[in-house]
């Protein structure tokens, strides 16, 4: 689909990027709304985000996603921040207007839409939830846990120190890596780290605490079926992978930077999963 003059441009920032399917997403909807525009990869080193950043607002982007490790800095960087942003910490998406950076947070929206479509939506309510991570992902997952009512929300961390700034609260619980009290009677294991993505190493936390009826997801993508996830399979548990939570936080990112709010639908899945088995 050719662009002209006047095209909404917007994109992802991350580094690495390359993985990213949200070029692939925002593609699907702009061609089955009809919007002349384009949806850009952006790989950018740490040192280099806030650059970046300043010069795409300056060249007319309408706004980016954020994606490991910017997440955080996105954040920092914005001068606007709505209300998720701020409870979590860090910003997943970075809209431009009037000359000012809005921050925003749609993961922990869509990851509570994402295990209300796989699991039901009382899924997690009064569960007890353990969390790999403390990272910008992690942020948007105990958020999420803790607007669908979780009970008690287990962190697990290789950095305890960042675990511990991490959303204090009265049901939240920081835990060193492969403490098996933080997987003992957990109900939902949600592994909010980069760890699996690409051809990286699986998180390399041991399940053996965690009950066999333990639902397991995974919000790493790319790979679509982790080796995580397999070994959670290969004990019995249901999984959820991470596709879902990639689709429903993507729909206001489109609303904001294209002016529509596009559907979850099965066709989309389907283009997705087709681009991960080709890519």
Known sequence: MSIGG??????????????????????????????????????????DFARVVDALRRAGFVGVNVTVPHKEAGFALAQDL???ARAAGAANLLV??????EGRNTDAAGLAAS???????A???????????????????????????ARSIRLVARNRGRGEALLPSANISVHDWNDPAALAGAELLVNATSAGMDGRPAPGVA?????????????????????????????????????????????????????????????????????LRHG
């Not at 993985?19 to 040192?47: N, Q």
């Not at 295990?115 to 939506?121: F, N, Q, Y």
Request: hydrophobic share 50%.
């Open 6 to 47: 006047r095209a909404k441009l917007a994109g992802v920032i991350g580094w690495p990027v390359a993985h990213s399917l949200s070029p692939r997403l925002h593609a699907f909807w702009l061609a089955a709304h009809g919007i002349d525009g384009a949806y850009v990869p952006l790989p950018v080193r740490r040192e």
């Open 96 to 101: 431009f207007r009037g000359g000012r950076i």
């Open 123 to 149: 899924a997690v309510s009064g569960k007890d939830v353990a969390i790999l991570g403390a990272g910008g992902a992690a942020r948007a997952a105990v958020l999420a846990m803790d607007q669908l009512g």
């Open 82 to 84: 709505d209300a998720a």
């Open 115 to 121: 295990l209300g479509e796989e699991l039901g939506k």
């Open 207 to 275: 399940l053996d605490a965690l009950p066999v009826a333990a639902v397991v997801c995974d919000l790493v993508y790319n790979p679509l079926d982790t080796d995580f996830l397999r070994a959670a399979r290969a004990r019995g548990h249901r999984t959820v992978d991470g596709l879902g939570m990639l689709m429903h936080q993507a729909v206001p990112a489109f609303e904001a930077f294209f002016g529509e709010r596009p559907r979850v639908t099965p066709a989309l899945r389907a283009e997705l999963r087709k681009a």
